[in-house]
């Protein structure tokens, strides 16, 4: 008996490690050496238990022999070492690698090993959890209850502080315990299938579909033939429905609770037909593989053919002569562009072009410097050489442009049409450079454009505002990488023309960095005895500039170099006045911010009291880019309400107005009209309820008028008196944001007051014992100038007398030491900024007389103009009497007595 077991166990040790090379050699793909290794470990484990199980106690060792031959009997095995699995479940006649993490498990493995007894209980984790973080903790809380009997046939180091175990699966157990902790011994229940006949004929039909199934998954799939293999040689075979329906569940993908349901049936046929299941899911997602690599495959493969076909083609057309290589088309296309200009193209470009196209012909398509190359000829040969658009010097189709694209602006349309009757006698408009000056909003940019259509020239534009980088003008050099050309050279490349209009925006804010002075690059661009043979730093080649009408805007032209502002002629943009405002709106803007909100001249529009309302109470500014802004959002609000109002009804009665259009009926009127009392649920109360702040401005409260950048406005003088006594006089304080040239225009205005006060009244020690402080609102505005001096004068000469001056006038004017009024600027923008105040009478120095009758007829209708030489006059048309009589009649009285 004791002989028959020992054979037994040696048998049962064989099929163990042939079932341990099946494994290996279907998992890792290197089957030889790892079944070499686990031979050669099984044979010296027999070799030793061989010769300790001969030479000990014979009663002992046929108890182990009957256990290893009836897979570990369950009265020798009630507690087993709690393995958790964290992946997969292990079932009954499957093998299954696990990698161990715990060092106190790993160690009693091996423990058990080497007594000989290398058997285990392995449960699945509950939850997800990682490979190889199964603690103690986790097995002895989330382990399911039902686990499976295993044998260690392997277990090795890993080398990173885990253990690989190699199991085997026995039979089915269950937890009913802890025996013991660290590592985790539990108290197990040795589980057995319920009964069953195995000769019923639908367990036999289950049976067959499960074999038939597993045929066919063999057919898609062929990874688990070997197992399949070593079931049907060392098995009952495919009849034993109980470890077939284990065996078909472990082959499949399927998840982690499914495979621990089957685990825990005892009833085997509904195990069976679990598995079934299982086995029809696999085999479908199987085919389904299938398909997607077959249109993956078919894919990739038909990809190749079209690149071998289409190799095939091109060596074909090269050895015919049909097609060239992509070097030998490249060079032909650019010397077809040569050729295409012919002796347009100047001598020096020309040379260039035709070295740098030998240079490509030797250079390999492959190398960077052929793609340099390459995009430098493209350049050269992209360029309009000699090609220019005829001008048209007709000065009635000049005009007829401008005034459909503005309205007023008469000076500055004369200025343009003398520009053009001089080009067309000369022949030319070459060497002019425009500067277009004024306010935002007054329409510098749509200018340029209507100057580049009257004179039939293609037009070009882009802004200087902030430029730093010469670069961006002159061209980067062709060493860097990602070089282009300067903005002139894109010009001409962009037109197709080398005599185009190219307007420079926003001159008056060029920017100064490390990479160069750009005002001092524009030099030479504009300069006409410069620019004939411009030298852009990619390009390296001279080009003719001398050609190109080059029209500037700025805003201000303090800030724009001197030597730059030179080479310009300056045509000045003055804002526009309420009435030209008007027309703007009526005939451009208000057009233009209904067809954008998207409606119809007949189911919308403003009338012509809230448009006068609009410009007069929400847009004072010298332009009318905010004009156009309110005139967008009122259409805006009013096109929501439609929608949410007549939303059907409005497409309804648009289908009716396009049936009326086709046949050519009346249209009516809007049925929607915003009116000036409509305004404030629109666009908010007015911004500017006055632009007064004193009706009748009191003692010592003079109104004068200022320029700024945009447009003019109505500034006010206020002064008092801080405190009184003697040898306390002179100006304390100066507020407003004053500038330094205004502070000195208030000293002199206090000087020149003190000496009027003299010699109207001697005995008025006023000026001599009051602290005066001046104050000019509003205070969060930056001011300076000179040509505040009159009215400062005349504030502090109204304090002194306390007698307000005149009411409804107003003065502007430089003020010298001795009492005389010097000119200004900014006449048209100060006279509109009086008549937008409703102030009847202005001062002005005698020198801007000749500005005074360059304006429009509008702008000086409603305005009485007082031109003045001497302070004694504006002294006079502000208090009604005459500083000079007054200081004779002083003479004259002090003679007498």
Known sequence: MWREAVRR???VRRLHLVQTERWTSSSHGNGASATSRLARWWRGKETEEGTREGDGDGTKDAQDAVVSASGASAVHYPRVLAVPLTRRPLLPGILLPVNVADAAIAE???ALKSQGRPYVGAFLLKGNH????????????????IGCFAQVHAAVADGKGGTQVLLMGHRRLKRTGVGSKDPLVVNVEHLKDQPYDASDDVVKATVMEVVSTLKDLLQTSPLYREQLQYFA????????ASKLADLGAALTSAKDTELQEVLELLCVPERLNRTLLMLKKE???????????KKVEEKISGDQRRYFLMEQLKNIKKELGIEKDEKSAVVEKFRERVKEKGDLVPKEAAETIEEEINKLQALDPSSSEFNVTRNYLDWLTGLPWGVTTEEVFDIEHARKTLDEDHYGMDDVKERILEFIAVGKLSGSTHGKILLLSGPPGVGKTSIGRSIAKALNRKYYRFSVGGLGDVAELKGHRRTYVGAMPGKLVQCFKSTQSCNPLVLIDEIDKLGRGHTGDPASALLEILDPEQNASFMDHYLDVPMDLSKVLFVCTANMLETIPGPLYDRMENIRLSGYIAEEKFQIARRYLDPQAREAAGLHPEEAGLS???IRVLINDYAREAGVRNLKKLLERVYRKLALKLVQTEGKELEQARKERSALLNSEGPVGQATHVVTETDLEEYVGPPVFAADRLYEEPPTGVITGLAWTSMGGSVLYIEAGVLEQGEGKGGIRSLTGQLG??????????????????????????????????????????????????????TALLSLALGKPAKKGIAMTGELSLTGRVLPIGGIKEKAIAAKRAEITEIILPEGNRRDWKELAQEVKEGLDARFVKEYDEVFAACFGESAQINCQEQEEKASEV
Do not use: Y
Request: charged share 25%; with cysteine.
């Open 283 to 293: 085999l479908e997602l199987s085919k389904l593989q299938i398909d997607i690599g």
């Open 740 to 793: 330094e040239v205004m502070r000195e225009s208030a000293s002199i205005a206090h000087s020149c007051a003190r000496s009027v006060l003299s010699r109207i009244q001697p005995d008025n020690r006023f000026f001599s014992e009051a602290a005066l402080h001046v104050h000019v609102p509003a205070g969060a505005t930056p001011k300076d100038g000179p040509s505040a001096g009159i009215t400062i004068a």
């Open 9 to 11: 166990r040696g048998t």
């Open 233 to 240: 040689q060392h098995s009952s075979g495919f009849h034993d």
């Open 130 to 145: 990682e490979e190889g973080n199964g603690t103690m903790e986790q097995a002895e809380h989330d382990m399911h209850e």
């Open 108 to 110: 009693e493995i091996q």
């Open 608 to 610: 012509d009291s809230a």
